[in-house]
């Protein structure tokens, strides 16, 4: 029961829409979603690049280095 009642105080919470914290919480989550469609806008690009080749050779050896020690 203890629960229940719980779970209606929460859902009155959340139709609370007109206090003035709802209105300040939904214009940070706003601006969080536009800075993050900026992002994915601007660095949607670089994810598509190629990867430069001494960038490759680089972790190439770094594997080749680190599979010929043993671990004590």
């Known amino acids: ?3 229940s009642s719980l779970q209606a105080n929460r859902t ?4 609370n829409d007109d206090t003035p914290e ?4 939904r214009a940070v989550r706003a601006r969080q979603r536009a ?7 601007m660095y949607d690009g670089v994810v598509s690049e190629p990867v430069p080749d001494e ?3 680089l972790l190439r ?6 599979s010929g020690k043993k671990s004590s």
Not at 35 to 41: D, N, P, Q, T
Not at 61 to 66: R, T, Y
Request: without cysteine; proline residues 0%; glycine residues 14%.
């Open 1 to 3: 029961m203890a629960l």
């Open 12 to 15: 009155g919470n959340l139709s």
């Open 22 to 25: 709802s209105g300040k919480s």
């Open 35 to 41: 800075i993050g469609r900026e992002l994915r806008r």
């Open 55 to 57: 960038f490759m050779d």
């Open 61 to 66: 050896k770094m594997d080749d280095d680190g």
